[in-house]
């Protein structure tokens, strides 16, 4: 078990350590890291000590080791676009932001899906499954750029319920939060049904009734119990796509979290800033999946002892 | 077994339940009427698909929703009509009065709780107590069914435990709250030979103990001649013959009985091969006209084929009857 995790976590740190390969390729394949890196009228003193502060007469391989260690200490060097910010510092500024606004998001597609995949399975062939799986549908088949707008104008400009685009209360975090989550809620709800429908006709489902337990505690003890593992294993998937999808929505609604640091510094070039944001999204995303390892523990007493 | 004697404690009426399905709708259980006395064990045999399985759960009133359901009948348990309760009421007999050891042993627990929660679950629901009293009590049960060790066992995950094992907490379950009735689906089938032996022992003195009454299911007459008083013989959703063991094996009525009992090699002398009957039972899709066995019957005739015999006593015998045109022209 502690074995399981511990070699889940080394793979995870070299993962890392091939994406900080990659992030570190980035700036050397976008051409000379000189004209990526300072300003068109730099002088020739500037550009000199550039290359020597940043060890760019060495071999290639010392400079990934400089960059590697400077990553492992956060240290990106400043950004260009927002200048006087350290990269990983202002990206680390906004990270809240977006985990508040991912955390809602989660929060909504497993509070909505869990019990939609659960009655869709239960009710099968009925009005309830198939109007289930007709909302399932309808999320998986929009864009969510596109459902954000569409959110945008009949919630904000049409009703003026909510605010359009900003950041500062809990209204603003609706509308972009349900925009990332409704694409995850449509493929939670049939994950959720299906595995339900797995277990609904297990024959443990069947003894619970005999012992004479209670129709919803057979439905969300004993069937649930059994069928959670399979959502949960999707939850590292769901971890990513609302990250991938909070760089949209963010910019969608000008939220001003990682999502929108990210499609900012990339307009603007700025390669410490986007390095620092994919290292950050990189590691949020190893993290939430080894919670989820954690969590199939949790609820697989099976792997215990396994 | 003086049954006669005792009262009965689950008495059967004209049990029907119906099967609807897209293709079309069928009768898998088709006018039991069958009664079952304090302490005595009652089996069902038949084929694969003869309905056994369906009659436990309609017992149990567990049929699968929206495909199965029981339209003509009574259910009787110690005097109480089953089949006019309330699902709550019903909930409240499932697991205290009547109980069900299921088909699968190796599925049947669940995998994601202990051995020790399932069964206190069942105690809960039925007898509740403070926390401390429900685990002894569970400890209780595992010791009733010859679980070793029990005190440990209790705290294990089904997948823990060996397939017989498995079988004897499945067992604990369905003793713990004292059913006055336990149905017993095949429940050993897919053990092998000794732990099954060890099982049915186990079942008799749980009965010896506390009197209650097993409904035992079984393709396999083998173990009914072992372990039971009396037997119905089910074939395509009807009940062909019933009658006491020793009566039935001596003298069997029907000519389907007749031909399950050649099937054990240990009863009719056959040794060696294992004999099957000859020919296929009938689709439930099919409209049966005359006697169901008439197709595999070697004794057959035109009468068979175009009306159905009625259910009369077998050889003038009160105990023992069948539905057979050769009994009725004795
Ligand atoms: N859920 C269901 N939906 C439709 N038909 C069913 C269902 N369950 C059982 N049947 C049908 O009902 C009939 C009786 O089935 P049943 O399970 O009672 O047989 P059985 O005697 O228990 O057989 P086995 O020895 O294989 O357990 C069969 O024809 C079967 O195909
Ligand atoms: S009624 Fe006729 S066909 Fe049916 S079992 Fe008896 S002899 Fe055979
Ligand atoms: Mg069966």
């Known amino acids: 078990m502690l074995r399981h995790l511990l070699l889940r976590s080394g793979s995870s740190l070299f993962a890392l350590l091939i994406i900080s390969m990659i992030v570190f390729s980035l700036s050397q394949l976008s051409g000379n890291p000189v004209d990526a890196l300072l300003p068109d009228d730099a002088t020739q003193e500037q550009i000199d000590t550039f290359i020597r502060d940043w060890g760019l007469d060495q071999p290639l391989w010392k400079q990934y080791m ?8 956060g240290d990106f060097g400043t950004s260009l676009k927002w200048p006087g910010e350290s990269a990983m510092g202002f990206v680390l500024d906004r990270m809240p932001a977006t985990l508040k606004l991912g955390g809602l998001a989660i929060l909504i597609s497993v509070v909505i899906a869990l019990p939609l995949g659960i009655a869709a399975a239960y009710t099968k062939g009925s009005i309830t499954d198939n109007a289930a799986q007709l909302f399932a549908l309808l999320g998986q088949s929009m864009p969510n750029f596109w459902l954000g707008i569409v959110l945008i104008w009949v919630f904000s400009v049409w009703l003026g319920w909510l605010p359009t685009s900003g950041t500062g209360s809990f209204a603003h975090l609706i509308l972009p939060a349900i925009a990332i989550a409704w694409f995850q809620i449509s493929a939670l709800t049939r994950l959720t049904r299906s595995a339900m429908l797995e277990v609904l006709d297990a024959e443990y ?3 619970a009734r005999v012992k004479g337990v209670p129709e919803w505690l057979v439905i969300c003890k004993h069937a649930f119990r059994n069928a959670a593992v399979v959502p949960l294993t999707y939850f ?43 290292l950050a999204y990189a590691v949020i995303y190893m993290l939430s999946n080894l919670l989820v390892d954690l969590l199939y523990v949790v609820v697989n007493p099976r792997m215990h002892h396994g | 077994m003086n049954s006669q004697t005792k009262k009965p404690l689950l008495e059967v009426q004209d049990l029907k339940v119906e099967i609807k399905t897209k293709v079309g709708s069928f009768v898998p259980v088709n006018g039991h009427s069958f009664s079952v006395h304090e302490g005595e064990t009652i089996g069902i045999v038949g084929e694969s698909g003869s309905g056994k399985s369906m009659t436990a759960s309609a017992l149990m009133r567990l049929l699968p929703k929206h495909v199965a359901k029981i339209t003509e009948g009574s259910v009787r348990l110690d005097g109480k009509e089953l089949l006019t309760l ?8 499932r697991g205290a009065e009547i109980s069900m050891i299921l088909q699968d042993p190796q599925t049947s627990l669940n995998p994601a709780f202990t051995v020790g929660s399932q069964i206190k679950e ?28 029990p005190e440990q066992r209790i705290d294990a995950y089904p997948g823990e435990l060996s ?16 059913p006055k009735v336990i149905i017993a689906d095949e429940p050993t089938t897919s053990l092998d030979v000794t732990v099954q032996a060890q099982y049915l022992r186990l079942l008799r003195e749980l009965q010896e103990e506390t009197g209650m009454a097993i409904l035992f299911i079984t393709h396999d007459f083998g173990i009914v001649a072992s372990l039971c008083h009396r037997v119905l013989v089910m074939y395509a959703g009807r009940i062909v013959e019933s009658g006491p063991v020793g009566k039935i094996f001596a003298n069997p009525a029907h000519p389907y009985t007749e031909a399950l009992i050649a099937t054990v090699p240990s009863l009719s002398g056959n040794q060696g091969r294992l004999r099957t ?3 296929q039972p009938p689709s439930p899709a099919e409209k049966i006209v005359g006697c169901p ?19 009369v006593l077998a050889n003038g015998d009160s105990e023992h009857t069948t539905s057979c045109w050769r009994a009725v022209n004795q």
Not at chain 1, 248 to 261: D, H, K
Not at chain 2, 297 to 306: G, L, N, T, V
Request: charged residues 20%.
């Open chain 1, 236 to 278: 590292g998937i769901l971890a990513a796509s609302i990250l991938t999808g909070s760089v949209v929505i963010e910019s969608v609604y000008s939220y001003p979290g990682m999502g929108w640091v990210a499609i900012e510094a990339i307009r603007g070039r700025d390669f410490p800033v986007i390095q620092a944001v994919i």
């Open chain 2, 293 to 311: 066995f008439a197709p595999r019957c070697d004794y057959a005739d035109a009468r068979c084929r175009s009306e159905a015999p009625p259910t």
């Open chain 1, 205 to 207: 489902v069947k003894l």
């Open chain 2, 277 to 279: 009957i000859p020919g």
């Open chain 2, 163 to 178: 397939g017989g094992m498995r079988q004897r907490v499945v067992g604990a379950i369905a003793i713990s709250c004292r």
């Open chain 1, 66 to 73: 400089t960059f590697l260690g400077n990553a492992m200490l």
């Open chain 2, 86 to 93: 309330s699902e709550k009421q019903m909930r409240k007999v």
């Open chain 2, 122 to 149: 069942a105690l809960r629901l039925h007898a509740p107590g403070p926390r401390r009293s429900l685990r002894s009590r569970a400890i209780d049960a595992l010791k009733a069914v010859k679980v070793a060790a």
